[in-house]
T-cell receptor, first 113, second 115 residues
Framework: EAGVTQSPTHLIKTRGQQATLRCSPISGHTSVYWYQQALGLGLQFLLWYDEGEERNRGNFPPRFSGRQFPNYSSELNVNALELEDSALYLC????????????FGQGTRLTVV | AQSVTQLGSHVSVSEGALVLLRCNYSSSVPPYLFWYVQYPNQGLQLLLKYTSAATLVKGINGFEAEFKKSETSFHLTKPSAHMSDAAEYFCAVSETVFGNEKLTFGTGTRLTIIP
């Protein structure tokens, strides 16, 4: 069974551009979580999608947005990129069974220059 | 509201020594607790989870954790550290509120193994 897959693995963008990151959850999982892991800041919760709806949002500006598609895959969009957006972005998925663990992808490393 | 506090952002132990990584949680409902490990340039891998069954939970790679409600703790231990244990470790709490689920992580503890 395929795990959580993220693409691309690496992304280099210029300040002010937009970045789009993609995530495919494990088959049968309906929840997708996005996290930002910037150097020295640990794992910061960004967004949680479940059944196509945004369920919760972390303390990030509106230029961080996303969506979940009918097949439960998800996109994270970051507009007007800033240098401090450089980070590893991790996607995780979980099933709709309460309190089961989340499974993580390998991440997309975004570098803003 | 739920939260997780990991005491010590960096922990160093000698190879063969006891590993103890501390995690305290806050939750308004009985929590479900997890420990994840992250090796360099990789995603997070589940080490173990507590789901209200046995309070002592055994995980992969010889790790275990004990749920102590009275202390609101879920510390991670391993009797004898191995060089391959060097990684970052994250404690997480999950609670179901009104049918929705939220997963909250601690800030992580970087474990260094001294040869």
């Amino acid at each position: 069974e395929a795990g959580v897959t993220q693409s691309p693995t690496h992304l280099i963008k210029t300040r002010g551009q937009q970045a789009t990151l993609r995530c495919s959850p494990i088959s049968g999982h309906t929840s997708v979580y996005w996290y930002q892991q910037a150097l020295g800041l640990g794992l910061q919760f960004l967004l949680w999608y479940d059944e196509g709806e945004e369920r919760n949002r972390g303390n990030f500006p509106p230029r961080f947005s996303g969506r979940q598609f009918p097949n439960y895959s998800s996109e994270l969009n970051v507009n007007a990129l800033e240098l401090e957006d450089s980070a590893l972005y991790l996607c995780a998925s979980s099933s709709d069974t309460p309190n089961t663990e989340a499974f993580f992808g390998q991440g997309t490393r975004l570098t803003v220059v | 509201a739920q939260s997780v506090t990991q005491l010590g952002s960096h922990v160093s132990v000698s190879e063969g020594a006891l590993v103890l990584l501390r995690c305290n949680y806050s939750s308004s409902v009985p929590p479900y607790l997890f420990w994840y490990v992250q090796y360099p340039n990789q995603g997070l891998q589940l080490l173990l989870k507590y789901t209200s069954a046995a309070t002592l939970v055994k995980g992969i790679n010889g790790f275990e954790a004990e749920f102590k409600k009275s202390e609101t703790s879920f510390h991670l231990t391993k009797p004898s550290a191995h060089m391959s244990d060097a990684a970052e470790y994250f404690c997480a709490v999950s609670e179901t509120v009104f049918g929705n689920e939220k997963l909250t992580f601690g800030t992580g503890t970087r474990l260094t193994i001294i040869p």
